[in-house]
Antibody
């Protein structure tokens, strides 16, 4: 069974860079035609897609965050990463990593596997 | 960017009642729309994909319909575990977008 697990600091200071890791287990990040993505959810609010990366390194970012976001992948560690620079209190959220397929049809074309989420608070 | 508008924001119903949730897209998404359920402290769970197909393990009381810009999620008879927040999501265009959510609460 595929599992995703987010990790990283739970507290980041304003203007600094938020860095998170998603570790994939139960399957290879290189297998299939998958996008590995980040989604966030401010407390009490809805979901916002941040961006996605393929194992080959192709990236897609939400234009609203593009200037501050970098998503990368390390296939040897079966991990992918999120960096969000110049954070403010508005970046306080639960950050999820998730998987979706970019070929074919069916449920895997949507976010069918999610991590449990990690709360990141931006505060001095 | 395709904007998804969900209504109502909150739906107050009793167990056993029928729930009807709406998601409207700012432009056509074809049938490329999904519904997710989220309970407090949990990640979203995929319920419906491509507008009308139940994901693996999802009970038959959940059904989806619609195409183009108007979509509906129906829960035929609410079970206690169905009280949660529901989100729609489109995959037609980048950026991927979610609706603002509908909370189904116990009346």
């Amino acid at each position: 069974q595929l599992q995703l697990q987010e990790s990283g600091p739970g507290l980041v200071k304003p203007s600094e860079t938020l860095s998170l890791t998603c570790t994939v287990s139960g399957g290879s990040i290189r297998s299939g035609s998958y996008y590995w993505g980040w989604i966030r959810q401010p407390p009490g609010k809805g979901l916002e897609w941040i961006g996605s990366i393929s194992y080959g390194g192709s990236t897609y970012y939400n234009p609203s965050l593009k200037s501050r976001v970098t998503i990368s992948v390390d296939t040897s560690k079966n991990q992918f990463y999120l960096e969000l620079s110049s954070v403010t209190a508005a970046d306080t959220a639960v950050y999820y990593c998730a998987r979706r397929d970019y070929y074919g049809s069916g449920q895997s074309r949507y976010f069918d596997y999610w991590g449990q989420g990690t709360l990141v608070t931006v505060s001095s | 960017e395709i904007v998804l508008t969900q209504s109502p924001v909150t739906l107050s119903l009793s167990p056993g009642e029928r729930a009807t949730l709406s998601c409207r897209a700012s432009q056509s998404v074809g049938s490329y729309l999904a519904w997710y359920q989220q309970k407090p402290g949990q990640a979203p769970r995929l319920l419906i994909y491509d507008a009308s197909n139940r994901a693996t393990g999802i009970p038959a009381r959940f059904s989806g319909s619609g195409s183009g810009t108007d979509f509906t999620l129906t829960i035929s008879s609410l079970e206690p575990e169905d009280f949660a927040v529901y989100y729609c999501q489109q995959r037609t265009n980048w950026p991927l977008t979610f609706g603002g959510g509908t909370k189904v609460e116990i009346k």
